[in-house]
T-cell receptor
């Protein structure tokens, strides 16, 4: 199994508070991704990274920011959480020369 | 934008064959892959097609037709443990993966 860890696994937070989710990999893969999964929508790309300090927006990036200061860590920040950001968040990594993505176990975030 | 369409739910009996279709529309396309996700779990990679044709991996096969922007996942000799959601995903520009909304497969005894 690919070495990819998400933290925390579960979080409940209040509307308006900042939240940071962490993704840590031990595979030295170049590409890292944040997805959110909601019923009926599958996995939607929030942001992705193609190298240290190199990030770009995905399909649903509003209200989210990311940072990647080291190859192994990719952080997703909700600047001011809203109830619409209640979701399951998945981090994924990819080597780039291959065609598969490896996923972390997910973070279930509830904004109340 | 990116769009991948697949049926929302499919039901089949144990031992049968089931096909899950996926049509896609993406700006930049390098291949189609398939993922399995059990309830409460993470998506796991099943197969990938970069070229037209059929790829076989055990009981699972995947097909791609670039000219039709279409692919499918074929599951043979269905087992109860195959009950899960299945996602097609297109690999687009800049190594981005775009996913369909998923097909929930129910396998009945």
């Amino acid at each position: 199994d690919a070495g990819i860890t998400q933290s925390p696994r579960h979080k409940v937070t209040e509307t308006g508070t900042p939240v940071t989710l962490r993704c840590h990999q031990t595979e030295n893969h170049r590409y890292m991704y944040w997805y959110r999964q909601d019923p009926g929508h599958g996995l939607r790309l929030i942001h992705y990274s193609y190298g240290v300090k190199d990030t770009d927006k995905g399909e649903v990036s509003d209200g989210y920011s990311v940072s990647r200061s080291k190859t192994e860590d990719f952080l997703l920040t909700l600047e001011s959480a809203t109830s619409s950001q209640t979701s399951v968040y998945f981090c994924a990594i990819s080597e780039g020369q291959r065609y598969e993505a490896f996923f972390g176990q997910g973070t279930r975030l509830t904004v109340v | 934008g990116q769009s991948l369409e697949q049926p929302s739910e499919v039901t089949a009996v144990e031992g049968a064959i089931v096909q899950i279709n996926c049509t896609y529309q993406t700006s930049g396309f390098y291949g189609l892959s398939w993922y399995q996700q059990h309830d409460g779990g993470a998506p796991t990679f099943l197969s990938y097609n970069a070229l037209d044709g059929l790829e076989e991996t055990g009981r699972f096969s995947s097909f791609l037709s670039r000219s039709d922007s279409y692919g499918y996942l074929l599951l043979q000799e269905l087992q109860m443990k195959d009950s899960a959601s299945y996602f097609c995903a297109a690999l687009g520009d800049f190594n981005k993966f775009y996913f369909g909304s998923g097909t929930k497969l129910n396998v009945k005894p």
